[in-house]
């Protein structure tokens, strides 16, 4: 029986890794189909933020440069506008469409290889799904159109607020959940969380909670404690007695 749950747990933490990169690379993929511009724009401010070591030494690291941040969003405010203007040309059209497919590419490497993943496999299936995306949400911008009667430009002001409604959703569940635990071994260096949510926020603090499990031991077995609560919802870090009493540690900046 304890075989069998051992197997069980392993499956079940080697499924966390792989569901951290695939999920939210068709995410931002899907963006990346309906606005070419916002799906980069949103995973390029997230990483601004929680930059990540897996981009450390690749060119995708420039997306997580505060000023590609800011020209990115730049941009996709551009494409917005010029997207309701009657020139534009559908988004099925062969240049536009391979934007559509290198913008997928982009998010979907970005995002794997900064989970330490394949930047190939991510960015081969961004573009496959940014080009279902662009696919399905023009099938669906001029059919909703054509039925109402409402104005295409107007429906795309729908679609507007879908993709800006649909990264905020993104970039938040990429957060950990308020209460979420990181604790890690000062004798055998481990993270954990207790809550999925939490669990890649959790790899990311690895190496400061490490430094504090070994000052913990040095400092005694009174001061011990290694544990790290997240409040999400302040995005506010409160420190273990280990940080000395009433201090706390910011562990990034707010959204």
């Not at 409604?165 to 950990?176: H, S």
């Not at 926020?201 to 077995?221: E, F, K, Q, V």
Request: net charge positive; glycine share 10%.
């Amino acid at each position: 029986m304890n075989s069998m749950k051992s197997t069980f747990s392993r499956k079940s933490t080697s499924t966390r890794p792989r569901a951290a990169k695939f999920w939210p690379a068709v995410g931002f993929a899907t963006l990346a189909g309906m606005r070419s511009m916002s799906a980069p724009a949103f995973l390029s401010h997230f990483l601004s933020r929680q930059p990540e070591s897996g981009l450390a030494g690749s060119p995708l690291r420039l997306v997580q440069k505060p000023f590609a941040a800011r020209l990115l969003k730049l941009a996709a405010a551009g494409e917005m506008v010029a997207d309701k203007l009657p020139n534009t040309p559908d988004r099925i059209a062969l240049p536009v469409m391979t934007g559509r497919l290198l913008s997928g590419a982009l998010v979907g490497a970005a995002w794997y290889k900064s989970r330490h993943g394949s930047a190939l496999g991510g960015g081969l299936l961004g573009a496959a799904v940014a080009f279902a995306s662009t696919i399905v949400s023009y099938a669906l911008r001029t059919g909703i159109s054509e039925k109402s009667g409402v104005p295409i430009a107007l429906v795309g002001v729908g679609e507007d607020a879908l993709v800006l409604a649909g990264g905020k959703a993104l970039i938040a569940a990429r957060l950990p959940a308020s209460g979420t635990r990181c604790s890690v071994d000062a004798a055998s260096p481990r993270y954990s969380s207790d809550s999925g949510l939490g669990f890649m926020r959790c790899s990311n603090m690895a190496p400061m909670l490490w430094a504090r499990a070994l000052a913990s031991a040095a400092l005694g077995p009174e001061k011990s404690s290694s544990t790290l609560a997240v409040n999400s919802a302040s995005h506010r870090r409160k420190c273990s007695p280990l940080m000395g009493s009433g201090k706390c540690l910011a562990m990034g900046r707010p959204l």
